[in-house]
């Protein structure tokens, strides 16, 4: 696996192989995986690559998007989001303005006193400071507790390998400082429960003992853990219907299962249906009709499992404008639909399936 701490460097001439070297991993990464998309080098390194709200059984949910460096890892094969993100570094002094940016948004002030919860993500790992510097992170936690009073939970997307505990002492502490007690999250893609096709065929590079680990080290501190699961996100030789819902039976039943394991963890799934990203090897196969976009019905007989375990569950419904023609989970029938999974995610009220067939 190939990640690194952050190391001084000494010289200009230093910094800038350092820079060099990270943009090769990226592109190690991305040919690793097959993918063929490129990065986003014209959008404005001081905005932000989007912000919008989530009703939630948590409140309202404001989600920023940074736009940062890409991913490092970028092996994950189903997974076109850093060609939103630049190839290049994106100093900290851009990412800063990208968060006061996000404060003079009219909507978010409008809506300040409502948030409840915010989630950061950069399309890849925001405790990786090569690509989310800490400074411009913690800048954006103070932030959050000038303008957002009523902020409950902070969400921080990552990688594993990027959380570190120095770094979730100086988060705790900067939180604490607010005018509502804000607890952390760490949001973590596990994408696909088989050990099998996770590594061996998504490429994630994640092993569940890493995720456990993880976990008692958050429950330790008071954090939380969100979980990132992919329904249905390779081809169809390796995943079908019904083996896509069993995936995700077996990750409910796991989870479940270490909130009992480990005092004080608490953890949540949100589920993302899969859509044939545009430079992706689902690309490929959907175009070779080779790979089936799940339907969303089979997401409620997925998500039917959690009732009465313990671990919430919040049903993304968004391709992100990134689905090539045909390929995304929404078909023409599935108006219907989508409110009742809207009003899931806001209440976690699951009588809301009873009449829907499976």
Request: glycine share 6%.
């Amino acid at each position: 696996m190939e990640h690194s701490r952050r190391r001084r460097a000494t010289s200009l001439e230093e910094r800038a192989q350092h820079r060099a070297a990270v943009e090769a991993q990226i592109i190690r990464g991305l040919h690793a995986a097959n993918k063929t998309h490129g990065f986003d080098e014209t959008h404005d390194p001081k905005k932000p690559i989007t912000h919008f709200f989530q009703e939630t059984h948590e409140g309202l949910v404001l989600f920023v998007i940074f736009f940062t460096q890409a991913c490092r890892w970028m092996r994950c094969v189903g997974c076109t989001l850093p060609s939103t993100s630049a190839l290049r570094h994106i100093d900290f002094g851009d990412i800063m303005d990208q968060t006061h940016s996000i404060f003079t948004e009219p909507d978010v002030l409008a809506r300040a006193d409502e948030i409840q919860k915010v989630i950061v993500s950069n399309q890849g790992s925001v405790l990786d400071e090569e690509t989310f510097p800490t400074s411009a992170l913690i800048h954006f936690v103070a932030k959050c507790n000038k303008h957002l009073p009523n902020m409950r939970v902070l969400t921080l997307e990552s990688r594993p390998e990027y959380v570190d505990d120095i770094e979730l002492d100086i988060l705790a502490r900067a939180l604490e400082e607010g005018k509502t007690l804000t607890t952390l999250e760490i949001a973590v893609g596990v994408e696909v429960f088989d050990n099998d096709i996770r590594n061996l065929v998504f490429g994630k590079g994640l092993r569940l003992k890493t995720l456990d680990e993880l976990v008692e080290r958050l429950a330790k501190h008071g954090f939380r853990l969100k979980c990132y699961f992919m329904f249905k996100p390779v081809a169809d030789a390796h995943m079908s219907r019904e083996q896509a819902i069993q995936d995700i039976h077996e990750a409910i039943r796991y989870l479940s299962d270490l909130t009992d394991r480990i005092p004080g963890s608490i953890i949540s799934i949100h589920l993302n249906p899969t859509y044939a990203a545009r430079g992706t090897p689902l690309e490929t196969a959907f175009l070779e009709r080779k790979y089936t976009p799940p339907h969303l019905i089979d997401v409620v007989r997925a998500v039917r499992f959690g009732e009465d375990r313990g671990v919430p569950i919040f049903i993304g419904m968004n391709d992100e404008d990134l689905a090539v023609e045909g390929g995304s989970f929404i078909r023409p029938g599935d108006e219907a639909l989508l409110p009742i999974l809207n009003k899931f995610n806001k209440t976690q009220d699951y009588t809301l399936f009873k009449h829907l067939p499976g």
